[in-house]
């Protein structure tokens, strides 16, 4: 199984970007999926998370701002992030809590991670 995040970029206060995050490989199914940002010299933080039935939380720094969703059939989630700040400046992670084929178990699995960049 693996996760492709792609979407980061640069852009100025304001703009807007998205964020996409495709899981591939023997899935049987996806129940939570999420995305978490790391700015240098902090840890990691959650951002946005969407369960299987399309619940949805976010952080108090992307509530009105951001949104997530999934499109189960393509086993992706996305992020749509509007009028960003600079303070939006991070590494972009996509998780994503998957049952394999042939298991009955859930494991953890992380994309590799998309720059954003939000100038002033």
């Known amino acids: 199984v693996q996760l492709q995040a792609s979407g980061g970029g640069l852009v100025q206060a304001g703009g807007a970007l998205r964020l996409s995050c495709a899981a591939s490989g023997s899935i049987l199914s996806i129940v939570n999926m999420g995305w978490y940002r790391q700015a240098p010299g902090k840890q990691r933080e959650l951002v946005a998370t969407?369960?299987?039935?399309?619940?949805?939380n976010y952080a108090d720094s992307a509530k009105g701002r951001f949104t997530i969703s999934r499109d189960n059939a393509k086993n992706t989630s996305y992020l749509q992030m509007n009028a960003l700040k600079p303070e939006d400046t991070a590494v972009y992670y996509c998780?994503?809590?998957?049952?394999?084929?042939?298991?009955?178990?859930?494991?953890?699995?992380w994309g590799q991670g998309t720059q954003v960049t939000v100038s002033s």
């Open positions: 998780k994503a809590n998957i049952v394999r084929r042939g298991t009955l178990n859930t494991n953890d699995y």
């Open positions: 969407i369960n299987s039935r399309g619940n949805t």
